[in-house]
């Protein structure tokens, strides 16, 4: 089973106190607001997992749903919303088909989750994109906007897709799709650099602990792209 499955279905605590030392800087807001206006839109927030993106626009958005097809992540997400006194709905369900009835949003969101698509379907990973795409373009209304984040590679100190099948997924939404992409630095930021080995090995690898030790790395580099379209 693909590692990053079995991260989802059963460590969410984990994975979110890595996401929760992401974006050091700031960088994410600005890039999504470049795309579009988010204070009072209807955002679709798809792959939410713990809550990355419905965290940040908290009292922006007028509204927000968030959608993942992993209880754990969910329960961890409910988690951070009361943390967070926030109060947008949560729903259990395969982005491939959603129980939305057309353009219900101003805005929908992708965040890490569509790239996963090129190694648990690696013979048909733009079919199956495919669908989600048909099913972003469907629940947004003329005039919204779809946006999608994915990592442009941890640690190092350039932006680069990590994989070729990233590499060609990132190629076949600007050329195929129309997105336009942003490259921003959203660098981790650990107290030190055997807390930043302890907090994300277990998704990362030890490879890149290897990285992290070798520069005694207590910031540890992360870039993402994000991808904007209006519709």
Request: proline residues 6%.
């Amino acid at each position: 089973m693909d590692h990053f499955i079995q991260i989802y279905k059963t460590q969410a605590k984990s994975y979110h106190r890595i996401i929760a030392a992401e974006d050091v800087d700031n960088h994410l807001h600005p890039a999504l607001e470049n795309i579009t206006p988010l204070r009072g839109a209807r955002v679709l927030d798809l792959g939410t997992g713990t809550g990355r993106i419905p965290l940040l626009l908290n009292g922006l958005a007028k509204q927000i749903v968030g959608l993942d097809l992993h209880w754990d992540m969910l329960r961890e997400h409910q988690t951070q919303r009361k943390r967070s006194a926030g109060h947008w709905s949560l729903l259990a369900g395969d982005m491939r088909f959603l129980p939305f009835p057309t353009d219900t949003f101003d805005v929908t969101t992708a965040g890490w989750a569509l790239g996963h698509f090129t190694g648990w379907y690696p013979e048909n990973w733009s079919t199956e994109t495919r669908r989600v795409l048909d099913e972003m373009h469907r629940v947004v209304h003329p005039g919204g906007a779809l946006i999608i984040l994915e990592t442009l590679t941890t640690g190092s100190l350039i932006p680069a897709p990590p994989t070729p099948d990233l590499a060609a997924y990132y190629d076949w939404l600007e050329k195929r799709w129309g997105f336009t992409r942003q490259e921003i630095q959203t660098d981790y930021q650990f107290t030190n650099a055997e807390e930043a080995i302890a907090q994300t090995e277990f998704f990362f690898g030890p490879e890149l602990s290897r990285t992290i030790r070798r520069n005694n790395w207590a910031r540890l580099p992360e870039w993402t792209g994000v991808w904007g379209k209006r519709v």
